[in-house]
């Protein structure tokens, strides 16, 4: 049977990316991407991070980039460690330089589950998102510190205390 990850090749609409990217293993099981400190139209708009937890269960990645060719990058990248299918996608805030390749994303690995920091929901990204996220896709607002496990990793989510008041108010 083959994955999400290994059984995609290509699929994406937009122009490869030419930006270096380098997938870095920080411990056993976390991979991160780092852009290069700047304006969004620096770097093909690499200027932000993306990680991925491999897990026994699936991959969690966590936030996705600042555009699709970014994130189809990233994704290629991760395919070469790993053949586990994406079972999270955490986007931790909405600037456009963590968020804009998220459809691309959910597109091309169909996540069980979306976890999204919270937001307003007038926001254009968010509506874009909800009108393009496969129907078996749920999405879960996080608006406060949480534990995600998934087989084999425990994730913690610490939430900035001053966002949660912003997010209450």
Not at 29 to 41: D, E, F, K, N, S
Not at 76 to 84: A, C, P
Not at 124 to 144: D, N, V
Not at 152 to 161: A, D, E, F, K, T
Request: with cysteine.
């Amino acid at each position: 049977i083959l994955s999400l990850f290994s059984s995609w090749v290509g699929a994406s609409e937009y122009a490869e990316s030419k930006v270096e990217m380098r997938l870095k293993q920080v411990s056993e099981h976390v991979y991160y991407v780092q852009g290069a400190a700047g304006i969004a139209t620096d770097n093909e708009g690499f200027i932000s991070n993306a990680a991925a937890i491999v897990t026994d269960e699936g991959v969690v990645i966590v936030d996705a980039l600042g555009s699709p060719s970014l994130a189809e990058k990233f994704l290629t990248l991760l395919r070469e460690v790993t053949d586990q299918p994406a079972v999270k996608v955490i986007v931790t805030h909405y600037h456009a330089d963590h968020m804009r390749g998220i459809n691309e994303i959910i597109h091309i690995l169909k996540p069980e589950r979306l976890w999204l920091s919270s937001i307003a929901p007038q926001d254009p990204m968010y509506r874009e998102l909800l009108e393009k996220k496969p129907g078996s896709t749920a999405i879960r607002h996080i608006a406060a510190p949480f534990q995600l496990s998934v087989k084999g990793c425990r994730v913690q989510w610490l939430h900035p205390p001053e966002l949660i008041h912003a997010t209450r108010s």
